[in-house]
């Protein structure tokens, strides 16, 4: 059974950083697409970076040089590190994945994902 658990929300200022952190277990495929996911209020829920099997990024341009998606294989734990967070980022963060074919590729559509965490609040205040 996959479980994704999400850590790391908080309240910061604008300006401020935050790390999220999303546990993952139950993933015996070699070949994955797992990301970050966020939605605000009254607003859809929209990819902000992904990252494949094979460490390949892809992230939504309003986040591009002041969030990095990282992973640890090791721990089998995926990392998003929030710089210059803005009030516009705040939302509910949520870490998804999804099993793919060997030579697949990682897209930022929510509907791409059939794996998710219960996401982690991060509020940004002006």
């Known amino acids: 059974q996959v479980r994704l658990v999400e850590s790391g929300g908080g309240s910061v200022q604008a300006g401020g950083s935050l790390r999220l952190s999303c546990a993952a277990s139950?993933?015996?495929?070699?070949?994955?697409?797992i990301g970050w996911f966020r939605q605000a209020p009254g607003k859809e829920r929209e990819g902000v970076a992904v990252?494949?099997?094979?460490?390949?990024?892809t992230y939504v341009d309003s986040v591009k040089g002041r969030f990095t998606i990282s992973k640890d294989n090791a721990k089998n734990t995926l990392y998003l590190q929030m710089n210059s967070l803005k009030p516009d980022d705040t939302g509910m963060y949520y870490c998804?994945?999804?099993?793919?074919?060997?030579?697949?590729?990682?897209?930022?559509?929510?509907?791409?994902?059939?794996?998710w965490g219960r996401g982690t609040q991060v509020t940004v205040s002006s």
């Open positions: 998804a994945a999804v099993v793919i074919p060997r030579g697949g590729y990682c897209i930022l559509g929510t509907w791409w994902y059939n794996r």
């Open positions: 139950g993933y015996s495929d070699s070949n994955y697409c």
């Open positions: 990252i494949g099997s094979d460490g390949r990024t």
